[in-house]
């Protein structure tokens, strides 16, 4: 296996003085094969009609990448570069300060210098600025898209030779069986089933359970999906999933159909639509969880034979009773569900009658919901933004549009999220409203964030190359992040960068390390998940404490799909134990990200 180290440093080459601009260039960090740094770029005077960027490298630099310009030339021998602005930032005013992140490839034991220059765009321009001599590749026309793509055509990360398309061409040779870990996270979501579950089944070991859910009034609250590795239903996270496995057919769907995947993919996102649907109880009301935190979780053992009182707690439209984050997110699930299964079930405009109401209750009846300590909530501006921007996509009606634009003015949700998650769906709003309006501010609202993923971005990297955003449930992060980035790269935004971004991260997941961290794939997967059902032998063995939460083996039944937790630091230090729910506990939102992110990297290698 490869493993991958980064080597922090700074090597400031040169800074250099025009009539129009103070510019510097340094490296940061000397990563596999790569370097990474920024060039900084401070204008001295307005620049109206654009500026052209010159780099000049003491040694060939391949691959080359510099973030928010366009390639104009290089020359031959791959030593001088002539960059241009973009759309998004041609007019500068006096004293702008631009920080353009590059890359390239250089490897870590061969030394070089670079310098720069800067001028505004002038006609005619300088010869040393102008368009290539010598027969130099072209990369595009100048001022025209929005990124730099990579230019020499050696591969890295699975990226295809220079000049075949993106997601076509040769099949290239696939390191990890992506088909069979889109099979198995998909099949997690079966494991998780609440309900009358049937007959016909791929897991054996799950029977029909919790079939007295219901409302105090007797509403059928049956179904669903049990949250983690206790028996909790939580609408926040099933909408968040069946949202993310929905968004992910929708750009995908040629990829689930090739993989023979998409029934199974549309299964698991009606499963968890029905249940919301009976969720919403009435025009104003929405069931936002079922099961009482400490009964459940006193309780271990297998959800068939559980006995303890579940409570259901009920949003509504009195003041008190409001939670618009619930609501709205359920919106948005079921907008972007009525999109995916449209071809397959004829539930389209009964979803979307859902989403209306329940948007409006979310909208109107504003509210932070009562979270009972769990899933607690930050603000419910990105979730009317979220459901707003998906009922525009599923109606195409004007107003919801309006709405997700007022609401991301409102909430002021061009900020930086600390993540991509059912707590803050910020980023995903910027790259849905970039998708349907191509407006620079979502574009670079959301590359503001997602950049300082990468590497020599703000979020630290593993000794091995996990992206290491928090201890409590890492891969969470890692798998959410690859998949809103890969989103972002359909739309156009950084390609290339975000697509090897996601690929290192879900390679990282499936075995880049020297372990798999999704159960039941490929080698030294995780043993024993903190996962009551699992945890149980076959009837009618006993299952409880003593004899399934102690027990020193692996769990008897393989938890197949579910994305433990992770590492727990910088190290990747990381414990098989079934006690330790920070780094080996499973949950639907774990997955959540992870099912659409292996469709678009199977897709890089189709």
Same mark, same amino acid.
């Given at each position: 296996?490869?493993?991958?180290?980064?080597?922090?440093?700074?090597?400031?080459?040169?800074?250099?003085?025009?009539?129009?601009?103070?510019?510097?260039?340094?490296?940061?960090?000397?990563?596999?094969?790569?370097?990474?740094?920024?060039?900084?770029?401070?204008?001295? %005077?307005?620049?109206?009609?654009?500026?052209?960027?010159?780099?000049?490298?003491?040694?060939?630099?391949?691959?080359?990448?510099?973030?928010?310009?366009?390639?104009?030339?290089?020359?031959?021998?791959?030593? &001088?570069?002539?960059?241009?602005?973009?759309?998004?930032?041609?007019?500068?005013?006096?004293?702008?300060?631009?920080?353009?992140?590059?890359?390239?490839?250089?490897?870590?034991?061969?030394?070089?210098?670079?310098? #720069?220059?800067?001028?505004?765009?002038? $006609?005619?321009?300088?010869?040393?600025?102008?368009?290539?001599?010598?027969?130099?590749?072209?990369?595009?026309?100048?001022?025209?898209?929005?990124?730099?793509?990579? @230019?020499?055509?050696?591969?890295?990360?699975?990226?295809?030779?220079?000049?075949?398309?993106?997601?076509?061409?040769?099949?290239?040779? &696939?390191?990890?069986?992506?088909?069979?870990?889109?099979?198995?996270?998909?099949?997690?979501?079966?494991?998780?089933?609440?309900?009358?579950?049937?007959?016909?089944? +791929?897991?054996?070991?799950?029977? #029909?359970?919790?079939?007295?859910?219901?409302?105090?009034?007797?509403?059928?609250?049956?179904?669903?999906?049990?949250?983690?590795?206790?028996?909790?239903?939580?609408?926040?996270?099933?909408?968040?999933?069946?949202?993310?496995?929905? !968004?992910?057919?929708?750009?995908?769907?040629?990829?689930?159909?090739?993989?023979?995947?998409?029934?199974?993919?549309?299964?698991?996102?009606?499963?968890?639509?029905?249940?919301?649907?009976? #969720?919403?109880?009435?025009?104003?009301?929405?069931?936002?969880?079922?099961?009482?935190?400490?009964?459940? %979780?006193?309780?271990?053992?297998?959800?068939?034979?559980?006995?303890?009182?579940?409570?259901?707690?009920?949003?509504?439209?009195?003041?008190?009773?409001?939670?618009?984050?619930?609501?709205?997110?359920?919106?948005?699930?079921?907008?972007?569900?009525?999109?995916?299964?449209?071809?397959?079930?004829?539930?389209?405009?009964?979803?979307?009658? %859902?989403?209306?109401?329940?948007?409006?209750?979310? +909208?109107?009846?504003?509210?932070?919901?009562?979270?009972?300590?769990?899933?607690?909530?930050?603000?419910?501006?990105?979730?009317?933004?979220? *459901?707003?921007? !998906?009922?525009?996509?599923?109606?195409?009606?004007?107003?919801?549009?309006?709405? $997700?634009?007022?609401?991301?003015?409102?909430?002021?949700?061009?900020?930086?999220?600390?993540?991509?998650?059912?707590?803050?769906?910020?980023?995903?709003?910027?790259?849905?409203?970039?998708?349907?309006?191509?407006?620079?501010?979502?574009?670079?609202?959301?590359?503001?964030?997602?950049?300082?993923?990468?590497?020599?971005?703000?979020?630290?990297?593993?000794?091995?190359? /996990?992206?290491? =955003?928090?201890?409590?449930?890492?891969?969470?992060?890692?798998? $959410?992040?690859? !998949?809103? *980035?890969?989103?972002?790269?359909?739309?156009?935004?950084?390609?290339?960068?975000?697509?090897?971004?996601?690929?290192?991260?879900?390679?990282?997941? @499936?075995?880049?390390?020297?372990?798999?961290? /999704?159960?039941?794939?490929?080698? +030294?997967?995780?043993?024993?998940?903190?996962? =009551?059902?699992?945890?149980?032998?076959?009837?009618?063995?006993?299952?409880?404490?003593?004899?399934?939460?102690?027990?020193?083996?692996?769990?008897?039944?393989?938890?197949?799909?579910?994305?433990?937790?992770?590492?727990?630091?910088? %190290?990747?230090?990381?414990?098989?134990?079934?006690? +330790?729910?920070?780094?080996?506990?499973?949950?639907?939102?774990?997955?959540?990200?992870?099912?659409?992110?292996?469709?678009?990297?199977?897709?890089?290698?189709?």
């Amino acid at each position: 296996m490869l493993l991958v180290t980064l080597l922090a440093i700074t090597v400031l080459f040169g800074k250099s003085q025009s009539q129009d601009f103070d510019s510097s260039v340094q490296v940061t960090i000397r990563w596999k094969e790569q370097f990474i740094g920024w060039v900084d770029i401070t204008a001295l %005077h307005d620049v109206d009609d654009g500026w052209r960027l010159k780099l000049n490298f003491t040694k060939p630099v391949k691959n080359l990448v510099v973030f928010d310009t366009v390639l104009v030339s290089v020359n031959d021998n791959y030593t &001088q570069y002539v960059l241009a602005n973009t759309p998004h930032n041609d007019k500068l005013s006096v004293g702008t300060k631009l920080r353009l992140l590059m890359f390239g490839d250089m490897k870590k034991d061969i030394s070089f210098d670079a310098d #720069c220059s800067v001028i505004a765009f002038v $006609a005619p321009l300088p010869p040393e600025f102008a368009s290539p001599t010598l027969g130099a590749p072209m990369m595009g026309e100048p001022m025209g898209e929005p990124f730099a793509e990579p @230019l020499f055509a050696e591969p890295l990360l699975g990226e295809p030779l220079l000049g075949e398309p993106m997601m076509g061409g040769p099949i290239q040779l &696939q390191p990890y069986d992506y088909a069979e870990a889109m099979r198995l996270s998909i099949l997690f979501y079966e494991i998780q089933r609440s309900g009358d579950i049937p007959l016909i089944r +791929n897991i054996s070991w799950r029977y #029909c359970s919790a079939m007295d859910d219901k409302t105090t009034k007797g509403e059928d609250l049956t179904g669903g999906y049990y949250d983690a590795g206790d028996f909790l239903k939580f609408s926040v996270t099933i909408a968040y999933a069946a949202s993310l496995m929905s !968004w992910g057919y929708i750009t995908y769907p040629d990829v689930y159909k090739d993989k023979g995947l998409d029934k199974d993919l549309l299964t698991a996102i009606k499963w968890g639509t029905d249940y919301l649907v009976k #969720c919403h109880i009435d025009t104003d009301e929405f069931v936002y969880q079922v099961g009482n935190a400490g009964a459940d %979780h006193a309780y271990w053992g297998r959800p068939e034979e559980m006995t303890m009182d579940r409570p259901a707690y009920i949003i509504g439209r009195q003041p008190g009773r409001r939670g618009s984050e619930p609501t709205a997110l359920a919106a948005a699930a079921l907008a972007s569900a009525s999109i995916a299964l449209k071809d397959e079930y004829p539930c389209g405009e009964k979803m979307v009658s %859902h989403a209306r109401e329940l948007y409006d209750l979310a +909208n109107k009846y504003r509210g932070i919901y009562q979270d009972n300590g769990y899933y607690v909530s930050n603000g419910f501006g990105d979730e009317l933004c979220f *459901a707003a921007i !998906w009922l525009y996509i599923a109606t195409e009606e004007e107003q919801y549009l309006q709405d $997700a634009k007022d609401h991301f003015v409102e909430f002021n949700l061009q900020g930086r999220p600390y993540a991509f998650s059912w707590a803050d769906l910020r980023s995903g709003c910027q790259v849905l409203l970039y998708k349907v309006t191509k407006d620079s501010i979502y574009y670079e609202s959301f590359t503001n964030f997602l950049d300082n993923w990468l590497p020599g971005g703000g979020i630290p990297y593993t000794d091995k190359g /996990l992206v290491f =955003r928090d201890f409590w449930g890492s891969l969470r992060y890692a798998a $959410a992040a690859s !998949w809103i *980035a890969l989103a972002a790269a359909e739309e156009g935004i950084r390609p290339t960068a975000y697509r090897r971004f996601a690929e290192s991260q879900i390679h990282y997941i @499936l075995g880049e390390s020297g372990r798999s961290f /999704l159960v039941g794939y490929g080698e +030294n997967y995780p043993l024993h998940p903190h996962h =009551r059902s699992s945890s149980c032998p076959d009837l009618p063995a006993s299952c409880g404490w003593g004899d399934g939460f102690v027990n020193p083996g692996p769990n008897p039944k393989t938890c197949y799909g579910a994305l433990v937790g992770g590492p727990r630091d910088l %190290h990747d230090t990381y414990t098989d134990s079934r006690s +330790n729910y920070y780094e080996n506990e499973v949950a639907l939102d774990y997955n959540a990200g992870l099912v659409p992110a292996l469709a678009g990297i199977a897709k890089l290698y189709s």
